[in-house]
């Protein structure tokens, strides 16, 4: 895949990174830039994904659900079926823990670049631009902020893996090999999208899917991400109060045995507004054999290979990015 993208970001611990932003164009300092600079252009390689290609017509399009709905599992289910996302309100994230960690990630991204750079994350390590490194600047308060939005989402994600399993008819003891601080691994990954000036020639981050079970994204300033939908095109998510963004990953778009989709997402950047987002995902540990669970009411033939741990489906991903999915799958005769 082409080029660097015109963010930065920072992680809490995980296992590993399923984005691609690339911090080796740092340190820059994007404030002072009038025109983007040739390092950080985006050059197509699919016309398909053209950054112009937005449906600016359907922007309200992506469903919003209530979890308080009666109807919350039919309506997650359908939206993981058709957009693999969807806009959720009452989702039972505090306020004061959403808004403590956007002035945080604003005071984090406001340091100067020498600050940044003495956290800057190493290619072989999945945490950077910050965590353990950046503490002295902030004492507790940034970490306080990031594990109480941790804790939050995990209880959310949770939640949506109970209901998603059972729309797919996946039985309440299957449920138990996948929630819980022994199976899952979570991270959270603060990103900063700077006033760009030149934003049709730039992007946030490309296009990809994550390697997660659910990923909640919490926009903060702008709109700017969108998501791909078969037959359409991008689809700009709106900034909708009181909402998160649900994002279905690889690891639910292969359990669902390809009913739910993988979002296909990416981020444009804009010439008004800095953006930031808090993107928090949740996916198994590494050891978790991630093949279809065939609910009781489908009798589809598994569309992946059986016994394919979560551990070699990464390293997969990690080689082949967005083939991943159909590397793994098995082909019909
Ligand atoms: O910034 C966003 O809205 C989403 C970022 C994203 O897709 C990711 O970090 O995987
Ligand atoms: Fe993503």
Redesign the pocket.
Known sequence: MATPVF?A?VETHGENS??K?LPINLPLDFSSIKLLPETHAWHESNNKKKIENNNESSLFALPIIDLNDPNAMELIGHACEEWGAFQLKNHGIPKSVIKELEIQTKRLFDLSKEQKMKALRSCDHPTGYGTLWITPFFQQRLCDAMKKFQDESSVLVEKLIHLGFKYLGISKDQEGNWIGPNNRVDAL?L?S?PICPNPENAM??GP?T?TSFF?V?H?IQSS??QIFKDGSGWFT?PLEPNTV?I?TGDILHILSNARFKSAL???TVNNIKH?Y?M?Y?YRPTMDHVISPLVSNNTHDDPRFRAALTLKEYSAIKDKNFENALSIVSVKED
């Open positions: 963010a970001s399923n984005t932003t990954q990103n999208y946030g981050i990809h994550d990923t994204v926009q700017g991400l998510v963004v994002n997402h990416r981020v953006r987002s993107v995902f």
